[in-house]
């Protein structure tokens, strides 16, 4: 069996940060909605839609990434019942979604859409919640990012 | 069930420790979560700081780190919780 030697040697890493590269992976990822893994990872869509923006951000390329659809989807993710952001439209909120929403509306320099639509105060309302322990263990198994 | 409860602190519970969701799964990453959201929404004064500090210093273990919960063994993720403490000495 012969093996080439490139194939066998790493390659060197590259001397300089691949930002066109690396936009186009960050923009790739939603675009894959008819793969498996795209469909299997909805519970954490709203965070990965965080870290894609994030990345870009840091990149300086942050319009990649429409303003108005980042804003349409965060509120698609409002679930009224739990009054927070849910990962993915119908999902029960969840507070790490919920942090994640309101990091990108800041990034967007969009807070000011939560008063528009009226749900700033019942973010944040005291309402003790009660609870079901039911599901605890099979949160912590796929709630991890 | 639940009707009308808030996903930030309507999770809070007598402990101090915030559950991630109605459904009861508790960790100090929550905290840090609603911490965060609530600084970013200029709330933090809404939030029992004295409670909330006290349950994260239960978190603190002899090795320096913080748990999950109080007595379980240091993460690196809950590093995030000196961020929280942080905000709230100079948020309340």
């Known amino acids: 069996m012969s093996t080439s030697s490139a194939a066998a040697t790493p390659r060197a890493p590259p001397g300089e940060l691949l930002i066109p590269l690396h936009v186009a992976f960050v923009e790739a990822l939603d675009k894959k909605r008819d793969s498996l893994a795209y469909h299997f990872t909805t519970h954490l869509r709203m965070n990965g839609v965080y870290w894609g923006l994030a990345a870009l951000e840091i990149l300086g390329r942050p319009e990649v990434l429409d303003r108005q659809a980042l804003i349409d989807f965060v509120f698609s993710c409002w679930n009224d019942d739990t009054a927070g952001f849910g990962s993915f439209p119908g999902h029960d909120a969840h507070v790490h979604s919920t942090l994640s929403a309101i990091q990108i509306l800041a990034m967007k320099d969009a807070l000011d859409e939560l008063d528009t639509r009226g749900v700033r105060d019942r973010l944040v309302q005291c309402k003790q919640l009660s609870t079901s322990a039911g599901t605890r263990e099979a949160e912590s198994l796929i709630n991890r990012p | ?92």
């Open chain 2, 1 to 92: 069930m639940i009707s009308g409860g808030a996903v930030l602190l309507g999770l809070q519970l007598p402990s101090g420790a915030i559950q991630g969701d109605k459904w009861g799964e508790i960790d100090t990453r929550f905290l840090y979560c609603a911490v965060s959201a609530l600084a970013h929404l200029g709330a933090l004064d809404q939030l029992d700081r004295d409670r909330t500090v006290r349950y994260i210093l239960a978190c603190h273990n002899p090795d320096g780190g913080f748990g999950t919960d109080p007595g379980a063994e240091s993460h690196a993720a809950q590093g995030t919780l000196l961020s929280n403490l942080a905000n709230l000495e100079t948020a309340c």
